[in-house]
């Protein structure tokens, strides 16, 4: 038993790179005993932008609320390089957004990430849309990085056969998640006034187990609703607050394991989560921008 816990606790990398990046995000999930995560590293994703190009009815990382934004690659390197001070390798890094392929600049996150992180899987979510429209370059530093291309897909149209030839030239590994039917959205809506208990919205909430841990300005938030919630709070005048208690500082902790401890356990925010009447099978449209797309209507 204790040999094939110690095998658990840390994944090999040669796993955790070539198996399905969904899959992968689904095992971190499940790799918990006695409420107690057993790996020895987190994951970590960074939206290098804000804004999408597809604009989904009640997205979970509220992107089509957000106005025209980027991350800096300073801004990126300066995190990435502290996170590296306090651990020497993370479950997987997923660079992302909004749209990540919008970044002008987007293939120097992963010269950043893979030059401190050299033995972690590494990631694009992206919608697809733009992949076609990449130059050379993009597709040759994917290769140089060992960056695999994750599609989120949705019910619209993707040139396959032409993302298919570019990654088959250029060595590069696509994988493909979530669905192109209709009914392939989630939705767990938010109570405004912040009166759920918070455990048991964490207990019951389909994210709050390592799926969307999100590095965003020096902090590490446990999920992807806490750490964009300010376009929501802006676009709708709301204040659904994020206090010190609802993130890691990561220049204020001095190991890992401070980092991880926090992954477990409910946070202030939790309070917002109607997590015990999460949607599944939604059904998915372009946002019209209505509060309705994130509460009960
Ligand atoms: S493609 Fe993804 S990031 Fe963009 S709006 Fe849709 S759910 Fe949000
Ligand atoms: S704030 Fe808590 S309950 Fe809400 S989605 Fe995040 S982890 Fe889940």
């Not at 979530?178 to 048991?200: E, F, V």
């Not at 190991?255 to 409910?266: R, T, V």
Request: aromatic share 12%; charged share 25%.
């Amino acid at each position: 038993m204790k040999s094939v816990l110690s095998f658990v606790k840390d994944i090999p990398v040669l796993f955790r790179t070539y198996i399905s990046p969904q899959i992968l995000s689904d095992i971190y999930q499940l790799i918990v005993v006695k409420g107690k995560r057993i790996t020895k590293s987190f994951p970590v994703e960074v939206h290098v932008t804000e804004h999408c190009n597809l604009n989904c009815g009640g997205c979970n990382h509220f992107s089509c609320l957000a106005e025209e934004e980027y991350l800096e690659p300073q801004q990126f390197e300066k995190d990435i390089k502290r996170l590296r001070e306090l651990t020497k390798d993370l479950f997987n890094i997923k660079i992302l957004g909004g749209e990540p392929l919008l970044h002008p600049r987007v293939t120097d996150f992963f010269d950043i990430a893979r030059k401190y992180f050299p033995y972690t899987p590494i990631q694009i979510t992206t919608n697809g849309l733009l992949l076609t429209k990449q130059p050379e370059d993009f597709w040759i530093n994917c290769r140089k990085n060992k960056i695999t291309i994750s599609i989120s897909q949705y019910p619209v149209k993707l040139d396959r056969k032409d993302i298919k030839k570019s990654s088959k030239k250029h060595k590069v590994k696509i994988v493909y998640t979530g669905s192109t039917a209709k009914n392939r959205m989630c939705k767990i809506p938010l109570d405004l006034s912040g009166s759920q208990d918070m455990k048991k919205s964490f207990q019951k909430c389909a994210i709050s187990w390592g799926c969307c841990v999100t590095l965003r300005d020096g902090r590490i938030y446990t999920c992807c609703f806490a750490a964009h919630i300010k376009f929501f709070n802006k676009y709708f005048n709301q204040n659904l607050a994020i206090t010190d208690n609802d993130y890691v500082d990561i220049y204020r902790v001095t190991n890992k394991d401070e980092i991880i401890n926090f992954l477990e356990k409910p946070f202030p925010f939790c309070r917002y989560c109607k997590t015990s009447q999460t949607k599944f099978a939604q059904s998915w449209s372009i946002s019209k921008k209505e509060i309705t797309e994130w509460i009960d209507r």
